[in-house]
């Protein structure tokens, strides 16, 4: 099993920034992709962002493109989400998940049901 822990959210206003992280324990190495998702109140559970512990390649949700960056340090098991420019409808709780199904080839999961893990998450709170 994996074991996350996000941390970073808080309240920011409109324009502010926010860096979140999560912490990964547990049987990291079979971790192959890790990813960020956001969860508003009465909506469901979007893909932000990923990047693949295999080959360091990130990818990005359309709307997301721009004011997101995910990073992620493998010695330290960590993964992070520079959020910039934020605005009131970024609001939200947002999540890390990992995806340990393994792949012959890179793939770019971006649904929550391609993930297997899961931390508690962090609220994000963008005020106007």
């Known amino acids: 099993q994996v074991q996350l822990v996000e941390s970073g959210g808080g309240l920011v206003q409109t324009g502010g920034s926010l860096r979140l992280s999560c912490a990964a324990s547990?049987?990291?190495?079979?971790?192959?992709?890790m990813g960020w998702f956001r969860q508003a109140p009465a909506k469901e559970r979007e893909f932000v962002a990923a990047?693949?512990?295999?080959?360091?390649?990130?990818y990005y949700a359309d709307s997301m493109k721009g004011r997101f960056t995910i990073s992620r340090d493998n010695a330290k098991n960590m993964l992070y989400l520079q959020s910039n420019s934020l605005k009131p409808e970024d609001t939200a709780v947002y999540y890390c998940a990992v995806d340990t199904t393994y792949f012959p080839v890179v793939r770019q999961p971006t649904r929550p049901t391609e993930y297997e893990y899961w931390g508690q998450g962090t609220q994000v709170i963008v005020s106007s």
């Open positions: 547990g049987r990291t190495s079979t971790v192959y992709t």
């Open positions: 990047v693949s512990k295999r080959d360091g390649s990130t």
